[in-house]
């Protein structure tokens, strides 16, 4: 090797350590037999291991992966092996042992070091999602209880006020009268909350049942549209409906699909000033039924474009017009999409608008389409 060579070479070494070492997460390399080559400072501190004890060792050894319940992940299934096989990079949640035998909650992206079409080695960056588990699981807690301790009073309320306006109770006064519709009202909008927040939970612990079928899909679209029909107009908003082609045979939950869209439809009424527009329309693309809710309203800040779909979200300029909301329907609208083998997702500018697209698989083999989810039996997805 020529002098410049060498010293190019020398120089290109150093400046890979520096980049490994100033990178804020977690840095791992391994050669192509998967021992480890270098280990940034983050790293260190993140598993507890100093350099001196990694460096050349085995890295699958030395560093054992479990999955949620604790069980250690056979070396054929975790990450670093699949991203050498596959030549791909991995995005994932690991979680390894640190060296004082705690268990460390990671997120880790694994890309291999391609030279031609072999794999040469690997860098894994990674960071500690440990808080971020636990608060999204308090989270979680919170919700599960929540709902399920709303629910038995919240139905009692239900059923006397009913009871008392049927007159079960003796006949009431018109003033007394007035006072109970306002009391079923109330308790018919906790009653959509505690709605959400079980089928948030349903989602979160996987008991969320779907029974597909051919969908009428023109008679679903009317449906929303009569259940926003009051909302609409008392803000004077002209609601449009333009239906899915006739032929288009949809096989999905019904149930499902109605709350996902009418979660859009009131998001894009409530978010749209009086005297705007929303429309609620569909086309085909590529075997995809595309299920479009486009508002003319106040449009979500490009800044909190990423957060859109994260529990309890709500973005600074509808809580600056202090819109009530609880920044749950489209954690669940994202949740339920998935369930149906969907995606979503939306386009936005602030003043002027925003539209969000809903695509549902057309072609689907009847026998998976049919088929129910192996786990639990509930099934109650009522409308926002
Ligand atoms: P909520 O409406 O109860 O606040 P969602 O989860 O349905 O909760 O929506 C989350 C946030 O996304 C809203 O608070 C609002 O900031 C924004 N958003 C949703 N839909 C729209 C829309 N059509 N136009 C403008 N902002 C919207």
């Known amino acids: 090797m020529k002098g410049n060579d060498a010293h190019e070479l020398v120089s290109q070494q150093i400046i890979t350590d520096v980049l490994i070492d100033s990178i804020g997460d977690g840095a791992i390399t391994t050669d192509e037999h998967g021992n480890v080559t270098r280990i940034n400072p983050v790293a260190v501190k993140l598993l507890g291991y100093p350099a001196e004890e990694v460096i050349g060792r085995w890295f699958p050894e030395l560093f054992t992966s479990f999955d949620e319940n604790g069980v250690q992940i056979p070396l054929i299934d975790r990450p670093i ?41 690997c860098i894994q960056i990674f960071r500690d999602i440990g808080a971020e588990y636990e608060i999204d699981k308090m989270k979680s807690d919170f919700i599960s209880l929540a709902s399920h301790q709303l629910r038995t009073p919240l139905s009692a309320i239900k059923t006397y006020a009913h009871m008392l306006l049927d007159g079960y109770m003796g006949k009431m006064t018109k003033a007394q009268t007035k006072s109970l519709k306002t009391i079923v009202a109330a308790a018919n909008r906790m009653n959509d909350t505690v709605s959400t927040l079980l089928n948030i939970s349903r989602i979160e612990n996987g008991s969320v049942i779907s029974e597909r079928k051919v969908l009428a899909l023109p008679k679903l679209f009317d449906a929303i549209i009569e259940e926003h029909q009051l909302s609409s107009s008392e803000k004077s908003i002209n609601l449009i409906v333009n239906y899915p082609p006739a032929h288009v045979k949809l096989i999905s939950d019904e149930v499902i699909l109605k709350e996902i869209i009418g979660n859009l439809v009131s998001n894009a009424i409530k978010y749209t000033p009086e005297g705007g527009t929303v429309k609620l329309s569909a086309e085909v693309k590529a075997n995809q039924l595309i299920i479009i809710v486009e508002d003319t309203g106040v449009g979500i800040p490009s800044e909190s474009h990423s957060n859109v779909f994260s529990k309890f979200f709500r973005a600074e300029n509808v809580i600056r017009q202090e819109t009530s909301g609880t920044g749950l329907g489209l954690y669940l609208v994202k949740g339920l999409i998935n369930e149906l083998d969907g ?10 608008g925003t539209t969000f697209y809903l695509s549902l698989p057309l072609t689907v083999e009847l026998s998976s389409a049919l088929k129910t989810k192996a786990k639990p039996k509930v099934k109650n997805v009522t409308a926002k």
């Open 81 to 121: 092996t699949r991203a050498f096989v596959s030549g791909q990079i991995l995005s994932e949640h690991v979680i390894y042992r640190h060296k004082n035998g705690s268990l460390v909650r990671l997120a880790i992206t694994i890309s291999p070091i391609m030279v031609g079409d072999v794999t040469a080695g």
């Open 343 to 352: 995606e979503v997702w939306f386009e936005s500018e602030e003043d002027k």
